[in-house]
C-alpha cells in the first residue's frame, strides 16, 4: 500500500550546521510533496513543497530535494538555529485527490 | 492559524460516551481533513470532506464518523468513545486556489478514560 517513512527518527545537529532530513515513499503515482515542522503543542506548518515535475526547490534557508528514480525526499536546512527544533513530517499526494498521506516523523534538536 | 479553530481544545471523557470535535474556517476552503496523532505513528487520517455533504474514509475511520452541513464546519463524532482512542486530533483544510498544500488547527487533545 501506499507509505510514507523516515530514515532516522531523531537528528541532533550542532547550532549553524546544514541539517538533513530524509524521507522515503512508495507509492510511485505521489506527484506532490510536503515538508512540515511542528513544535511542541502545535499543528503542523507548511514548510515547502515540491511536485514531480522538479528535482530541487528552494526556499529561505530550506532546500527540498527529489529523487523520483529511488522515491526519495530530503529537506536541507541551511545554518541552522534554536527555532528549527521542532518534529519535521513529509507528506505525499497522489491522484490529484487531496488526501495527505504523512510520514512518522523525525526529530530535530539543534544543540548551542 | 489560517482561519481555522479546532473545539474543544482539551476533553476527558469516559470510556462508552459519544464524544463530539468540530473544526471551523473562515477560509472558504473545500477540503476539510480530521487526522489523529500518535507517538509513533505520526498523522493517520481519519476522515476527510471534499465538500457539504460529501464525506470520505481515511486510513483510521473505524469508530469514527463525521458531518459537514456547511462549509465552514466539520464535525468529527466518536460514537462509543474507548481508551484507544485518547489521542491528540487535528483538523486541516486545503483547496482554496486548487492548492493541495493543508493548514492545520492547533489540535484537541481527548482522553478516555
Known amino acids: 500500500g501506499e507509505s510514507v517513512g523516515l530514515h532516522l527518527p531523531t537528528l541532533s545537529v550542532q547550532e549553524g550546521d546544514n541539517s538533513i532530513i530524509n524521507c522515503a515513499y512508495s507509492n510511485s503515482a505521489s506527484d506532490y510533496f510536503i515538508w512540515y515542522k511542528q513544535e511542541s503543542g502545535k499543528g503542523p506548518q507548511f514548510i515547502i513543497d515540491i511536485r514531480s515535475n522538479m528535482d530541487k526547490r528552494q526556499g529561505q534557508r530550506v532546500t527540498v530535494l527529489l529523487n523520483k528514480t529511488v522515491k526519495h525526499l530530503s529537506l536541507q536546512i541551511a545554518a541552522t538555529q534554536p527555532g528549527d527544533s521542532a518534529v519535521y513530517f513529509c507528506a505525499e499526494n497522489a491522484d490529484s485527490s487531496y488526501k495527505l498521506i504523512f510520514g512518522s516523523g523525525t526529530r530535530l534538536l539543534v544543540r548551542p | 492559524d489560517a482561519g481555522i479553530t479546532q473545539s474543544p481544545r482539551h476533553k476527558v471523557t469516559e470510556t462508552g460516551t459519544p464524544v463530539t470535535l468540530r473544526c471551523h474556517q473562515t477560509e472558504n476552503h473545500r477540503y476539510m481533513y480530521w487526522y489523529r496523532q500518535d507517538p509513533g505513528h505520526g498523522l493517520r487520517l481519519i476522515h476527510y470532506?471534499?465538500?457539504?455533504?460529501?464525506?470520505d474514509k481515511g486510513e483510521v475511520s473505524d469508530g469514527y464518523s463525521v458531518s459537514r452541513s456547511k462549509t465552514e464546519d466539520f464535525l468529527l463524532t466518536l460514537e462509543s468513545a474507548t481508551s484507544s482512542q485518547t489521542s491528540v486530533y487535528f483538523c486541516?483544510?486545503?483547496?482554496?486556489?486548487?492548492?493541495?498544500?493543508?493548514?492545520f488547527g492547533q489540535g484537541t487533545r481527548l482522553t478516555v478514560v
Open positions: 486541516a483544510i486545503s483547496g482554496a486556489g486548487g492548492k493541495v498544500e493543508a493548514f
Open positions: 470532506s471534499y465538500g457539504v455533504k460529501d464525506t
